[in-house]
Every structure is written in structure tokens, then in C-alpha cells.
């Protein structure tokens, strides 16, 4: 069976990406499935185990940009790629994106057609508002497609609130997050120093909602000099979180780690007591899943998390974490203040969450529930 995942910009060095490359090497590997990965000429992008072509960008004429609504908020999605249909030709079955939001998605599904292969397409995004192609070319791919794969079922509620996808349509598969739990595991961290440390992991961007964590450290330390916050990440609101905690005299508390290889992070959980993720949502982003809640999950850790997008799809409140209101500082301070008193109950939690990932999200279980998305 020969697969070709065509989901350009999207196959990147980034957690997101990451997860869904590790089980595209064990489907490969483990359902003996030819694999071709088409990578976008600006992610410079490649792979040790997976076949991996790259695309050169090709400009959508001017009568094709009136698909497109919020043209000038949406330059990522104005373009599609040379000889598409070409070297789309020789595969049993093309993956592509959320056809209400890439062109290249419509692309595909040309090529698929034309072919005669089979296409499955899919989305995490969760916000109904979302859509930057014609709603009609969006609807014809939906249409054509065999399977669709939506990482929770908020993203399928997105797709039946548009109306181009049938409540309880057979056709859908919720696949979730896959999670190597045989790298990203507990293990004992190397120095017991008496520190609680708490984690966050994601771009330096102010949707992230880093700065919100920093003002809950900032009226949690003097009641618990212990505390330690370590950000790891890059991105254009650095210098803005890096003046915020100047400001709240925080230096030698909080910590910018910076961008650090994705193979390195199951240490960077192990040396951690919580894990945090305050994202907020905006008009065209939120949390859709929380590949890094994930992962602390995965690591035996209690997270803390905002209430939107998918992220109550991943985390139980009060099971395998808490849940918070998005930019709700009181709320936030209040959990880390539960679980830095309450050592019992923040090693029960990540033991729940450890237990949750491996029963949902293990690599194996999503790599079999994708096999049958692909062969059914």
C-alpha cells in the first residue's frame, strides 16, 4: 500500500508535527506501508526512516484568491505546489488537511479523483467561525473523501455546525494524538533539591498565555520561595514575557530555556513537579489537542490547563489535572496552590494521567485506529 501524506506546511520540526511523525515510522515499519511524506520548501524538513519530497511554492492566481476570505490574514493558505496532480498519480491513498482552510487540500483532491485513489482529510481545528476556502470546494472534497479524521470530537462538532458533514457520518474516525510511551515515561529525576518546579512548553507568543503563569509565580513565591518556573520556547513575544518578569523582580525564578530538540523534552518533564499550559483562544486560534499536555501526561505528570478548544477532551478535571478559565490569574494561582501543598494528590494525578494516556493515545492505539482509517 503506497500512502502519500500531503499535508505541505504542516510537516515541520515542532511537537505537533513530531508526534504524527512517530507514527507514521511505525506504521511504516510495523504494517509494512510505503510512506512518502510532501514537505513545504520553506520547512526545510526531512527524515532518516520516511520517504520525503519537497515542494516548490506556486502563486494562486487572482481569480483563485476570491476563495479565499480575510485574504491578508490568511497568506499561509495563498498558494498551492507545482505539478500536483503528477506526482499525486501513483498512490493508493493521499492525506491531506482541513479542506475549509488549505487549497492544497482541494489539490489532493483533484489529484484523487483523477487517479482514482482513495483521499482521506481531516482537521483538529475546533473553532466553526474557521473558514478561509469557498464552503462549496470545501464541501465537494468532504464529499469525495473516504475517510475523515478529526483528532477529538470538537473537531468534527466544528464540521457539522459548518453543515458539510453529517452528525454520525460513518466516515469519521477520531484519531487523537499518538504519544511514544515508551520515550516519553516517568523516571526518577537525578537531583531532589527540595525545589517545586513548575513547566510550560510552547512558542513565545501571546496567545500561549505564558504571561499568566508568570503573575501566578509572582503571588505564589512569597508564601513559597521553593517555586521555580522554566519556559521552554522561542518566539517574537520573548523580550515582552522577559520585561514582565524583571518587572516582578522574578529573575533567578523564572527561566527561558529556548527551543530544545524534541528528544531531549522527556527529561525536561522528568525534572519537572507541573505542568502548565495557559493558552487563551483568539479569533482564528486556540488549543485544538495540547501535543505537549500530551506529553506530560505521558511523563507520570499533574498538568494544569485552559478550559478551550480540545484540551477537556485530553485532560479530566480534577482526574488527570485541573482545568482552568482562560486569563482567569485567580483561578490559576488557586490550582498551583492545590498541588504544591497536596503532594499525595499530585502524584495520583500524574499517575491517572500516565494511565489515561497509555489506555487512549498510545502510539500503538493510534497507529491502529489510522491503519484502519487508511484501509477501510
Known amino acids: ?191 531532589d533539591d527540595g525545589l517545586i518546579r513548575i513547566l510550560t512548553v510552547g512558542r513565545l507568543s501571546r496567545e500561549k498565555g505564558h504571561q499568566f503563569l508568570i503573575e501566578a509565580v509572582s503571588r505564589l513565591i512569597p508564601h513559597y520561595p521553593q517555586l521555580r518556573l522554566n519556559i521552554v520556547g522561542e518566539g517574537i513575544f520573548r523580550e515582552n514575557l522577559i520585561s514582565l518578569v524583571k518587572e516582578l523582580f522574578l529573575e533567578g525564578i523564572v527561566t527561558f530555556s529556548g527551543s530544545i530538540a524534541h528528544n531531549e523534552l522527556p527529561t525536561v518533564y522528568n525534572q519537572s513537579d507541573i505542568f502548565a499550559l495557559c493558552s487563551i483562544r483568539t479569533n482564528s486560534w486556540e488549543e485544538y489537542f495540547g501535543a505537549v499536555i500530551g506529553e506530560a501526561m505521558s511523563c507520570g505528570k499533574s498538568v494544569i490547563a485552559t478550559k478551550i478548544g480540545g484540551v477537556p477532551f485530553v485532560v479530566k478535571d480534577g482526574e488527570t489535572g485541573f482545568l482552568v478559565k482562560q486569563g482567569d490569574v485567580d483561578d490559576l494561582t488557586e490550582k498551583i496552590k492545590i498541588l504544591i501543598e497536596k503532594n499525595h494528590l499530585r502524584k495520583e494525578m500524574g499517575l491517572r494521567a500516565r494511565k489515561h494516556i497509555l489506555e487512549k493515545y498510545s502510539l500503538e492505539k493510534v497507529a491502529e485506529r489510522c491503519y484502519q482509517l487508511w484501509t477501510s
Not at 2 to 12: E, L, N, S, Y
Not at 109 to 121: D, E, H, T
Not at 158 to 170: A, C, D, T
Open 1 to 191: 500500500m503506497r500512502v502519500a501524506v500531503f499535508r505541505p506546511p504542516h510537516a515541520r520540526c515542532n511537537t505537533a508535527f513530531e508526534v504524527q511523525r512517530s507514527m507514521y515510522r511505525y506504521l511504516a515499519k510495523n504494517y509494512n506501508i510505503d510512506i512518502t511524506l510532501f514537505v513545504d520548501e520553506c520547512t526545510n524538513f526531512n527524515d532518516d526512516q520516511l520517504r520525503v519530497i519537497t515542494l516548490k511554492r506556486k502563486a494562486l492566481s487572482s481569480w483563485r484568491k476570491l476563495w479565499f476570505r480575510n485574504s491578508l490574514r490568511t497568506q499561509n493558505q495563498l498558494f498551492t505546489y507545482h505539478g500536483v496532480p503528477t506526482i499525486l498519480k501513483n498512490f493508493d491513498l493521499i492525506e491531506t488537511s482541513d479542506p475549509t482552510l488549505y487549497y492544497y487540500a482541494y489539490d489532493a483532491y483533484r489529484s484523487a479523483k483523477k487517479s482514482g485513489a482513495r483521499l482521506v482529510c481531516g482537521s483538529s481545528v475546533t473553532i466553526p467561525e474557521l473558514l478561509w476556502m469557498k464552503k462549496g470546494k470545501a464541501q465537494e472534497v468532504i464529499d469525495y473523501a473516504s475517510k475523515i479524521s478529526c483528532c477529538t470530537p470538537m473537531a468534527l462538532n466544528r464540521f457539522e455546525e459548518m453543515g458539510i458533514l453529517l452528525s454520525n457520518s460513518e466516515k469519521v474516525i477520531i484519531l487523537g494524538h499518538p504519544f511514544d510511551t515508551d520515550v516519553f515515561r516517568p523516571f526518577q529525576r537525578e537531583i
